[in-house]
């Protein structure tokens, strides 16, 4: 039926729709999906349901797009796709501090929350990720921050989700882990269908402070990393392999009456001046290794100082500790007068896996030992990326496919919660774009997915990485995950790359 009505399209002189590729936040040449035929700005929960009907009656596919946050073309799956961006989808409802409650709807951004929020003296606590990404979409995909001692996924702080199913009908699940529907939706992968609204915890606003120390990276591989994060709000690492050095970074919330200061975080502002230095070393890194040591040289330095300025008079904070407003101090924002970095052209790769804390220092070691193996010939390989390696931990929660879930039949220990190593890097602007001494980057994630049990972060990896990490999660807990998927959505509707290939569509 469809392809008679192409063909009478056609036959009628009517242009053909086109696919197009739709990109990550780093635009072009980063593509996300690859067979986009339709792009809609939605403007309510209204528009999202009728747009998916739609899409349902021409036999698209269908995505949600928010920000775009993401980094390997596994957004889409690659047959004909309806995006519907969520970006003016962003109402703020039903605000309740006393029952410590919020409901917003699928395009609010971490920022816009928190700023609504503190306005009114209150906010979301520890579940956060970064500035202008949608809290829809980091509950969909399992984003998180950095705490053993308080929940570190987003949907950590989520009571209730808002699901347009398959059918284009509304589905409301709310959070109970006795239910496989809340365990699936808890983090769906966008396979459920459109998160559409989200009612979240809130917590009356506190002031937080933040301290950073250099480690020795022998101290830190051979230590306890449990004692160095778990008494802390929320806490990480940053390694610097070529200096062999870790920034630990540690916060936690003080009364608000303890300090004027108004500190304000920003990890990915720049000046144009930084950029274009930072890109001129590190694409010539691609070829000399020295000028990658010296950028990492020039990073740490700079990491060394607090990336915080005061809120009200934009003036750098010299000096740890750092105090201001939960948000501010946690996630912060840009400066007025810089850009993030991927906004000046620097462009990066990354990879993302998680290990259980009982073998942290493990992991640890064997990055170090593929590190010191290639130093032995002679290629001494270093971070390229302006804030290192960025170490993580995940407390446990509990759901089907999240990479902090616990409970699962692969005989590691997960109760203790996760390490996350989150490896990004420099994508060179030059020639086939690739680092140097690219195998060493394959071969990193082979050796690290095929010798430790491990799960991947879902928008962090390439298809490669997702194929061979698949074999990690867990069977059951796969089987009853699609269970509730053919349920929600039995045609199919949703499907992407991800999905795929966890094998919920063979
Ligand atoms: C610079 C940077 C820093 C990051 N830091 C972290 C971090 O610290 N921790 C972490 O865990 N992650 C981190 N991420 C990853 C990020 O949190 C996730 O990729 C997140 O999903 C991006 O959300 P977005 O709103 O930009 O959605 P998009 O990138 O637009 O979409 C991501 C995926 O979610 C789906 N989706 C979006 N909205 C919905 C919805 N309402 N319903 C159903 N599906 C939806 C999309 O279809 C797509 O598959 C980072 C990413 C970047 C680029
Ligand atoms: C959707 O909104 C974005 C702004 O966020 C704009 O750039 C784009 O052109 C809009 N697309 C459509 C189809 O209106
Ligand atoms: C947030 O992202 C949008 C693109 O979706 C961009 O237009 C906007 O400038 C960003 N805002 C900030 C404060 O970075
Ligand atoms: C787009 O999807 C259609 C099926 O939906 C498929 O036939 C076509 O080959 C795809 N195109 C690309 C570029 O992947
Ligand atoms: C780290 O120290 C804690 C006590 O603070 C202990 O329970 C835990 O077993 C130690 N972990 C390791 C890996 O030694
Ligand atoms: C902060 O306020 C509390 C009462 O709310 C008081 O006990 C404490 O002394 C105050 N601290 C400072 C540093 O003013």
């Known amino acids: 039926m469809l392809n008679l009505f192409r063909f009478i399209f056609v036959a009628l002189g009517f242009q053909q729709v086109t696919a197009s590729v739709y990109n990550t936040f780093d635009g072009e040449g980063s593509p996300s999906c690859y067979n986009v035929t339709e792009v809609h700005n939605a403007t309510s929960v209204d528009h999202i349901v009728s747009l998916v009907k739609d ?12 920000k775009g946050h993401m980094w390997y073309d596994t957004q889409c799956s690659d ?25 917003i709807e699928a395009g609010v951004t971490f920022f816009q929350l928190s700023a609504w929020l503190h306005e009114r003296g209150a906010n979301i606590g520890t579940g956060l990720v970064n500035w202008n990404i949608s809290i829809g979409g980091c509950v969909a995909m399992g984003a998180h921050r950095t705490s053993l001692r308080n929940d570190a996924v987003v949907v950590g702080g989520v009571r209730k989700l808002d699901i347009i199913d398959g059918n284009g009908e509304i589905r409301t699940v709310e959070k109970d882990e006795d239910n496989d529907e809340w365990l699936a939706a808890s983090t769906s992968l966008g396979l459920l269908g459109v998160i559409a609204r989200l009612q979240l915890s809130i917590y009356p606003e506190t002031k937080v402070w933040a301290r950073q120390e250099i480690l020795d990276e022998a101290d830190v591989i051979g230590g306890n990393l449990t004692d ?24 936690d919330s003080v009364p608000a009456n303890e300090s004027d200061q108004e500190g304000f975080q ?71 007068d810089q850009k993030p970095v991927w ?9 993302e896996l998680a290990f259980p804390m009982t073998r942290a220092n493990e992991m640890l070691k064997r990055v170090r030992g ?55 890097s420099y994508r060179p602007s030059i020639g086939d774009q690739k680092r140097y001494n690219e195998e060493f980057y394959i071969n990193l994630a082979n050796t690290l997915i095929d010798e430790f049990t491990c799960r991947p972060h879902w928008t962090k990896n390439t298809r490669d990485v997702l194929q061979r990490a698949s074999k990690h999660i867990d069977p059951s807990y796969l089987a009853r995950f699609k269970a509730v998927k053919d349920k929600f959505d039995p045609t199919g509707l949703y499907r992407s790359v991800v999905g795929e290939i966890l094998g919920l569509y063979d």
Request: net charge negative; proline share 4%.
């Open 228 to 251: 160095l994060i778990a008494p802390y709000e929320t806490a990480n690492l940053w390694w610097w392999p070529y200096k062999k050095k870790f920034h630990w970074r540690y916060y």
């Open 370 to 424: 593929l590190f010191d193996a290639e130093a032995k010939k002679l290629r001494f390989m270093s971070a390229t990326y302006r804030s290192g390696i960025n170490i993580k931990f995940g407390k446990a929660h509990f759901d089907f496919l999240g990479q902090v879930t616990t409970g699962t039949a692969d005989g590691e220990d997960w109760s203790q919660g996760a390490i996350m190593f989150d490896f990004p």
């Open 266 to 336: 920003s990890t990915f502002s720049v000046t144009e001046l930084e950029a274009n230095t930072a890109k001129a070393l590190l694409d010539s890194g691609k070829f000399f290794p020295s000028s990658n040591w010296l950028a990492e040289e020039i990073f740490f330095g700079q990491w060394e100082a607090p990336n915080f300025r005061d809120k009200r008079t934009n003036e750098p904070i010299k000096e740890f500790p750092v105090y201001g407003w939960n948000y501010d101090v946690l996630i912060g924002g840009l400066y007025p």
């Open 343 to 351: 906004e000046y052209g620097l462009k990066g790769y990354t990879l």
């Open 79 to 103: 047959d004909e796709t309806m995006i519907i961006r969520t970006e003016f989808v962003n109402g703020i409802h039903d605000f309740d501090l006393d029952a410590g409650t919020v409901t």
């Open 55 to 66: 899409a349902k009656s021409k036999g698209l596919q269908v995505r949600a797009a928010a």
